[in-house]
């Protein structure tokens, strides 16, 4: 099975612009979870999808969304980007079932904003 | 206080060495342990996961829960050059926020040759 995709790699934006992420999770999964990892806070948790649903949501301003789709794909959206966004982001999918606890991590985008 | 602690190191051993990594956690409510590995500028990768208490082997990795004392544990057995990483915990609790994973904050670790 292939395992979780995201794209893009590498991002530069400039602060007050906006961003969109994409995250393709393994085949069969059906929850994504959005996290932010940046060397002064570790990995924090932005947000959970499943079947379309946000379910749940970690402590993070407004200006950060997300959806996903019928596919189980995901998107994250950060808007009116700030320097202190810059970060790595990662997404990890969950086979979502009831008994199922573990996540898969995918390769991260590796946002800047200057 | 962070909801899960970990020493961030650095732990530098010997080839050959065992390595012990731990976290502590204040969440009564957390019943799902992982640990990943990551490397330099990659995702995190699943090592191991348990549930609840107990031990769980997995060729040289051995993860350890201990729910009472609220401390969780990875050996590694016959360190490699190849096992130098930053080695992530993570817990999560039951039911609708099971999808969310609150970790510790990663040991480095370098195995030399």
């Known amino acids: 099975k292939a395992g979780v995709t995201q794209t893009p790699r590498y991002l530069i934006k400039t602060r007050g612009q906006q961003v969109t992420l994409s995250c393709s999770p393994i085949?069969?999964?059906?929850?994504v979870s959005w996290y932010q990892q940046t060397p002064g806070q570790g990995l924090q948790f932005l947000f959970e999808?499943?079947?379309?649903?946000?379910?749940n949501k970690g402590n993070f301003p407004g200006r950060f969304s997300g959806r996903q789709f019928s596919n189980s794909r995901s998107e994250m959206n950060v808007s009116t980007l700030e320097l202190g966004d810059s970060a790595l982001y990662l997404c990890?999918?969950?086979?979502?079932?009831?008994?199922?606890?573990?996540?898969?991590f995918g390769p991260g985008t590796r946002l800047t904003v200057t | 206080q962070k909801e899960v602690e970990q020493d961030p190191g650095p732990l530098s051993v010997p080839e050959g060495a065992i390595v012990s990594l731990n976290c502590t956690y204040s969440?009564?409510?957390?019943?799902?342990f992982m640990w990943y590995r990551q490397y330099s500028r990659k995702g995190p990768e699943l090592l191991m996961y348990?549930?609840?208490?107990g031990n769980k082997e997995d060729g040289r990795f051995t993860a350890q829960v201990d729910k009472s004392s609220k401390y969780i544990s990875l050996f590694i057995r016959d360190s490699q050059p190849s096992d130098s990483a930053t080695y992530l915990c993570?817990?999560?609790?039951?039911?609708?926020?099971?999808?969310?994973?609150?970790f510790g904050r990663g040991t480095q670790l370098t195995v030399w040759p």
């Open positions: 348990t549930y609840s208490s």
């Open positions: 993570a817990m999560s609790d039951r039911g609708s926020t099971l999808g969310r994973l609150y």
């Open positions: 969440n009564s409510a957390f019943q799902y």
């Open positions: 999808y499943f079947s379309e649903t946000q379910r």
């Open positions: 990890a999918s969950r086979d979502g079932q009831a008994l199922s606890y573990e996540q898969y």
């Open positions: 085949s069969g999964h059906r929850s």
